[in-house]
């Protein structure tokens, strides 16, 4: 018989993923979030999948500059 191994996953709030996922690029507060280049203005959204929408179409039009991977 093998020993079941017990592991621990972290569970990330919808605003947290979404830190994970764009904080490269935007200040992600909650209801809200700006570019981190400094074009336009806040991003204003009810939740987390909101704001996410608003973000993704943000980036599409303009992306934003990341740095460059070494």
Do not use: F, H, N
């Not at 570019?35 to 179409?57: F, K, N, Q, V, Y």
């Amino acid at each position: 018989m093998v020993p079941r191994v017990r592991t621990r996953v972290r569970v990330r709030t919808p605003l947290e993923q979404l830190r994970w996922d764009w904080g490269e690029a935007y200040e992600i507060k909650k209801g809200r979030a700006r570019r981190l280049d400094g074009l336009g203005g806040w991003l204003t959204a009810g939740t987390p999948g909101e704001l996410r929408r608003l973000i993704s179409a943000d980036y599409a039009r303009c992306p934003v500059p990341r740095e460059a991977a070494p």
